[in-house]
């Protein structure tokens, strides 16, 4: 257990409102990670962070965009959603002083777009 | 292109018959291998990392080995408490970021 908490870990949501996913660590860690998954894709990497108020994007990451003003806390928006957001999102952290050292997975949370 | 490929996507097997999952990669730049395990519904579960070849990993019943293009998972007479999907992903040098297979869905049977 990485300490690592989403929330909300369910939401149904309408096309066009905007929704914020928190994410929230008890450690301290420098890097956190959104990402999403999807069948036939897989999780892939929609921002990141290195740093309190140091963020850059992933590879999907139109449609989103994150905050950290805390050290102990990510947070993603969708500033309008959209159906194709329809998702299940999952945030992580590195445990290491480097970035490519291993990953722990918060619970994810549920997001429907209708 | 980096890419991360896992076969089979599904695998069934019966309660103590030991078989391997294969992650093979096609990266730039490998600065570690990671082995995951997904149950319905939760978030991955880290199991080994992996970060030059011959390198070889244990833990209870799985085994994972790494070579210069692929990785092995390998399961000892499995429980059906093995059943999940596992993944595997790729840290990639200079991209900053985990490049993810699409997984094997494990199913041990009693």
């Known amino acids: 257990d990485a300490g690592i908490t989403q929330s909300p870990r369910h939401k149904v949501t309408e096309t066009g409102t905007p929704v914020t996913l928190r994410c929230h660590q008890t450690?301290?860690?420098?890097?956190m990670y959104w990402y999403r998954q999807d069948p036939g894709h897989g999780l892939r990497l929609i921002h990141y962070?290195?740093?309190?108020?140091?963020?850059d994007k992933g590879e999907v990451s139109d449609g989103y965009s994150v905050s950290r003003s805390k050290t102990e806390d990510f947070l993603l928006t969708l500033e309008s959603a959209t159906s194709s957001q329809t998702s299940v999102y999952f945030c992580?952290?590195?445990?290491?002083?480097?970035?490519?050292?291993?990953?722990?997975f918060g619970p994810g949370t549920r997001l429907l777009v209708l | 292109e980096d890419q991360v490929t896992q076969s089979p996507e599904a695998l069934r097997l019966q309660e103590g018959e030991s078989s391997s999952l294969n992650c093979s990669y096609t990266?730039?730049?490998?600065?570690?291998l990671f082995w995951y395990r997904q149950d319905p519904g939760k978030g991955p579960e880290f199991l080994f990392t992996?970060?030059?070849a011959g390198e070889e990993k244990e833990k209870e019943r799985l085994k994972a080995t790494l070579t210069k293009k692929e990785s092995f998972l390998h399961i000892t007479a499995p429980k059906p408490e093995d059943s999940a999907t596992y993944l595997c992903?790729?840290?990639?040098?200079?991209?900053?970021?985990?490049?993810f297979g699409q997984g094997t869905r494990l199913t041990i049977n009693p």
């Open positions: 992580a952290i590195s445990a290491g002083l480097v970035q490519e050292e291993t990953q722990y």
């Open positions: 962070s290195y740093g309190v108020k140091d963020t």
């Open positions: 990266v730039s730049g490998l600065r570690g």
């Open positions: 450690e301290n860690h420098r890097y």
């Open positions: 992996l970060y030059s």
């Open positions: 992903a790729v840290y990639i040098q200079g991209a900053q970021k985990l490049v």
